[in-house]
Nanobody, 126 residues
Framework: QVQLVESGGGLVQAGGSLRLSCAAS????????GAWFRQAPGKEREFVAA????????VYADSVKGRFTISRDNAERTMYLLMNSLNPEDTAVYFC???????????????????WGQGTQVTVSS
């Protein structure tokens, strides 16, 4: 098993940047694919970005492509989400997720993930 804890959320003005972190404990982190999802008030949780076990393959939702960057440091057992050019529509609780896999692919569906963090609030003011 792996336990995930997000940090780095907060209040930022439109156009600003934040970097979220997802610290993992438990088994070796490099055997897990990872992702970030978000949930805005009154909306369903949605996919943001995913990364494979090694960090060599990433995929993004169209709404964040070119603005957000997902990365990971397996030695530090941490996954990151760098968010640039933030706008009020990015306001949400952001969750990191992980799943054990032997494959090198990424996963973009909530149902693919077994482990979740508690979430961190990101609020973007206009």
């Amino acid at each position: 098993q792996v336990q995930l804890v997000e940090s780095g959320g907060g209040l930022v003005q439109a156009g600003g940047s934040l970097r979220l972190s997802c610290a993992a404990s438990g088994r070796t982190f490099s055997i897990y694919a990872g992702a970030w999802f978000r949930q805005a008030p009154g909306k369903e949780r949605e996919f943001v970005a995913a990364i494979n076990r090694s960090g060599g393959i990433t995929v993004y939702a169209d709404s964040v492509k070119g603005r957000f960057t997902i990365s990971r440091d397996n030695a530090e057992r941490t996954m990151y989400l760098l968010m640039n050019s933030l706008n009020p529509e990015d306001t949400a609780v952001y969750f990191c997720a992980a799943r054990y896999t032997v494959y090198t692919q990424t996963y973009t569906s909530m149902k693919d993930y077994d482990y979740w963090g508690q979430g961190t609030q990101v609020t973007v003011s206009s």
